[in-house]
């Protein structure tokens, strides 16, 4: 009997050990998962840009403008997913000419500015917007 009792009493400890064991070596692969989700389910900000085309190029496009009041310059990577409309109508980004007033939205990926949609703006459209505005 006390054989039995050893036995049932040793079973119980090496289950219960290995047990914990297990618990404590999948739990943070299972918190790195859910960092990793919640990570990836975070949006990036898009952004906007407006100027005039400095160059155009079939994977990438300058334009200059201004941004916080002063004179600047982006640098646009251009990838199949980039939108390109000039006058309503789907183009290439290589159709696109220095001086082309531009509306460029775009996200940073890996420390660059990726365009997600370029829209060429009207001239009635580009000089409404760069007229001061009018005071009542």
Request: no cysteine; aromatic share 2%.
């Amino acid at each position: 009997m006390k054989r039995l009792l050893a036995l049932v009493v040793s079973l119980v400890f090496v289950g219960a050990t290995a047990v914990a064991v297990m618990a404590t070596s999948t739990t943070p692969a299972t918190s790195d998962k859910k960092m990793e989700k919640s990570g990836d389910t975070k949006k990036m900000a898009s952004k906007t840009a407006n100027g005039t085309v400095k160059s155009a190029s079939p994977d990438s496009l300058v334009v200059a403008g201004k941004e916080k009041g002063k004179d600047t310059e982006w640098t646009f990577a251009v990838d199949s997913k980039t939108t390109v409309k000039k006058g309503g109508k789907s183009v290439a980004t290589s159709d696109l000419k220095a001086g082309d007033s531009v509306a460029v939205r775009y996200m940073d990926h890996d420390g660059k500015a990726v365009a997600q949609a370029v829209n060429v703006k009207s001239a009635a459209t580009a000089k409404k917007d760069t007229k001061p505005a009018e005071k009542k």
